[in-house]
C-alpha cells in the first residue's frame, strides 16, 4: 500500500528522495540547503520517527514517519570520530531517502541514509511540520 503524506507531495516507488516538494510549488533540499539537527523515537499516541531539519535563515521543520514499525538505527560513527577538529557550524543534511512498497497489506518502507546515521522501518504517515526557531 501507499503512504498518506500530510503538507508535502506524495513521492512514487520507489524512490530516492532528497528534495520534499510543496503543495505550493515550492521544495525543500534535505541534502544541501538543510541540516540534520537530530532524531527522535516517539511513542504516544503512535509510534513516531521524527528527522528536525533547519536552516538558519529559512527556519526549523520536522518530517515525521507516523505509524512505525520494524525500526533499525545505524549509527556509523561516534561524533567525535566524525570531527577532525571543531565541528562544523551548520550540520549536514541527508544523502536520501528511500521509499518503496511491498505488497498490498503490508506499509511501506523508508531507508534514511545520512552521514553518520542510517535508518530502516516501516510507516504508514509522512508529514512536514514547522517547528518554532
Known amino acids: 500500500?501507499?503512504?498518506?503524506?500530510?503538507s508535502l507531495k506524495q513521492w512514487e516507488a520507489p524512490g530516492d528522495y532528497s528534495d520534499v516538494d510543496l503543495p505550493d510549488g515550492g521544495f525543500l533540499d534535505l541534502h544541501n540547503d538543510f541540516g540534520l539537527l537530530g532524531v527522535a523515537m516517539l511513542g504516544y499516541p503512535k509510534s513516531t520517527v521524527r528527522l528536525?531539519?533547519?536552516?538558519?535563515?529559512?527556519?526549523?521543520?520536522?518530517?515525521?514517519?507516523?505509524?512505525?514499525?520494524?525500526?533499525?538505527?545505524?549509527?556509523?560513527?561516534?561524533?567525535?570520530?566524525?570531527?577532525?577538529?571543531?565541528?562544523?557550524?551548520e550540520p549536514e543534511g541527508i544523502d536520501s531517502i528511500t521509499y518503496y512498497e511491498y505488497g498490498a497489506e503490508l506499509p511501506p518502507v523508508f531507508e534514511v541514509q545520512a552521514p553518520s546515521l542510517r535508518l530502516k522501518f516501516r510507516a504508514w504517515e509522512v508529514a512536514l511540520r514547522p517547528l518554532a526557531a
Open 1 to 6: 500500500m501507499r503512504a498518506r503524506f500530510t
Open 52 to 89: 528536525e531539519f533547519g536552516h538558519p535563515a529559512r527556519g526549523r521543520f520536522a518530517l515525521e514517519f507516523h505509524d512505525v514499525g520494524e525500526l533499525v538505527m545505524q549509527q556509523t560513527v561516534t561524533s567525535s570520530d566524525g570531527w577532525h577538529g571543531q565541528p562544523d557550524d
